[in-house]
């Protein structure tokens, strides 16, 4: 089963994966597919707030963020990580519960990354937003790092997400039954 999506002017067929007996999410990925990537990048800086710095989650949102980060003629952009990586100095961590992945998840900010955030505008993106997990995440780090969030924003809101008045985002992703059929 798939689902037809719209998004910044391109058509993609979504595989429907089910997460339950009862839902299914459409799975939504911008790996590897270059055109969807760089229209979605244009059509968020169209309605970007004002920002110095881009921060994401890895991995999904990375293709997006280096190419919002082109289009706009920034040289740097920050990632939140899966795991600490040897390179890394003065990681702190927030824990992240996305509906995408079993269980908890940490996220870890690399402490170089969050002394060029002090005091600065940022803005966090991801590809989709459903229960809010990632976000919270990110913005516990940002929080932590003395950043000032002007932003949150990703291709598609999924969900209960598309109600949200603190969220920036191009299209709706619905939430889908066993059947395959959009709920409301």
Excluded: W
Excluded at 122 to 151: H, K, M, R, W
């Amino acid at each position: 089963m798939t689902y037809e999506m719209h998004v910044a002017g391109l058509t993609r067929q979504l595989p429907l994966c089910p997460i339950s007996d009862k839902l299914m999410i459409g799975a939504f990925v911008i790996f590897g597919d270059v055109e969807l990537t760089c229209a979605c990048a244009a059509g968020l800086l169209k309605i970007a707030p004002e920002f110095d710095y881009m921060v994401a989650p890895e991995a999904k949102a990375i293709p997006l963020v280096h190419e919002m980060a082109r289009q706009s003629g920034r040289n740097e952009y920050f990632l939140v990580r899966k795991a600490p990586k040897l390179y890394m100095d003065g990681v702190f961590e927030a824990v992240d519960r996305s509906i995408t992945t079993a269980g908890e998840q940490k996220l870890y900010m690399d402490g170089a990354d969050a002394r060029k955030m002090k005091g600065k505008r940022i803005l966090i993106l991801d590809d989709v937003i459903s229960t809010g997990g990632s976000l919270s995440a990110v913005e516990s780090l940002v929080d932590q790092a003395g950043g000032n969030v002007v932003g949150r924003m990703a291709i598609l809101a999924e969900g209960d997400a598309a109600r949200r008045d603190d969220i920036l985002f191009l299209e709706k992703l619905p939430l889908f039954d066993c059947e395959g059929k959009p709920l409301e």
